[in-house]
């Protein structure tokens, strides 16, 4: 696959990624009704766990397809690590 493409793939799944993340993330938010079953809400959780997990890993192989990349498309590269990295960053400000 030529560079050009690598890094177009890159940009998807570093918006993808950050989107499943934050879905998954914000599934799991507030406190679940009390006629709802357990299970339903194990399985809600396993699910939006899950989400939040292939998130994340879209986010590492969009980085590593930057990487991969980054000799041929260096402005695409830039732009994908450019948001992985702020919206990391804005994320571990937040937490502090």
Not at 53 to 63: H, Y
Request: include cysteine.
């Amino acid at each position: 696959m030529s560079a050009g493409r690598l890094a177009n793939l890159a940009l998807v799944l570093a918006v993808a990624g950050w989107l499943a993340a934050f879905c998954g993330t914000t599934a799991v938010l507030g406190d679940p009704a009390p006629t709802i079953p357990r299970s339903v809400i194990e399985a809600q959780r396993h699910l939006s766990t899950s989400v939040m997990l292939l998130g994340v890993l879209g986010i590492l192989s969009s980085l590593w397809l930057s990487g991969r990349s980054f000799p041929e498309a260096k402005k695409r590269s830039i732009l994908v690590i450019a948001l992985i990295a702020v919206p990391a960053a804005a994320v571990a400000v937040s937490l502090y």
